[in-house]
């Protein structure tokens, strides 16, 4: 059903050509626009052009990517399901209203036709025109409201069942919406969690290399003074040696 009601906002928009269109943009991520192209057998430039239009209602959305090589941007495209869905519900809202209004004048007033030439006036034009057509001197007839009504009665169920369909699918739409953002909450919560647990663990690793680190400095605090301790022991007799022996040579 849903693919349906797309297919009938996008042939509204841009014509019956462009009907596979909704095929290829009714996916979860955006598509090459080189892609549609091809695939609908048009020049990249018509393709733009289509979806151009169609990005004029907000039906469509794009991102867009630099080719690295040769510096230009390619698009990419989805239909925008709920947007599409909502612009449909406004015209069949409207088409609803225009048609009500219809019965109700249908209901309450007289109108009047020339069966010759198929032409309807309204009592007060016909009353200007003296019941004659302009045309063909034909008298007119009262024209029977009740046909009239029977059609625009089917007309309005049709359309109040098909707005019940689009109602429908705008709810199925937002609950969907709505899922993927929960979940998407969920993952961001996640991540966050992941993040305070991987500080937490840094914070306590970090203590313990304080920790290390302070007892190991401590052990070399106690170590370096014995090496020279140690060292000091070894030189001085040495030197002192020397100098015993060059004291010893001068004399
Ligand atoms: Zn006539």
């Known amino acids: 059903m849903l693919k349906k009601l797309l297919k009938k906002i996008i042939i509204m928009i841009v014509g019956k050509q462009a009907e596979e269109l909704v095929d290829l943009l009714n996916s979860k991520k955006h598509v090459n626009e080189f892609i549609i192209a091809k695939k609908l057998d048009i020049t990249i430039n018509q393709t733009r052009n289509i979806l151009y239009k169609i990005s004029d209602y907000g039906l469509v959305s794009f991102i867009r990517k630099k080719d690295k090589k040769k510096g230009w941007y390619t698009y990419f495209w989805k239909i925008e399901i709920l947007k599409s869905l909502e612009f449909l519900r406004g015209i069949l809202i409207k088409r609803i209203d225009q048609i009500n209004h219809q019965v109700k004048s249908r209901e309450t007033k007289r109108f009047y036709i020339c069966e010759k030439c198929n032409i309807e006036f309204n009592e007060e034009n016909a009353l200007l025109h003296n019941f004659t057509c302009n045309e063909c001197g034909n008298i007119f007839t009262v024209k029977d409201n009740a046909k009239v009504l029977k059609e625009l009665n089917k007309n309005l169920d049709k359309l109040k069942r098909e707005l019940e369909f689009v109602d429908e699918e705008i709810k199925k739409e937002k609950e969907r919406i709505e899922k993927i953002k929960l979940k998407e909450l969920k993952k961001e919560e996640k991540i966050a969690e992941k993040k305070k647990l991987e500080k937490k663990l840094m914070r306590k690793s970090s203590k313990k290399k304080e920790k290390i ?19 000091k022991k070894s030189k001085i007799p040495k030197k002192k040696k020397i100098k015993l022996k060059k004291k010893t040579k001068k004399r």
């Open 213 to 231: 680190s302070k007892k190991l400095t401590k052990k070399k605090l106690v170590k370096k003074p014995i090496k020279k301790i140690k060292s």
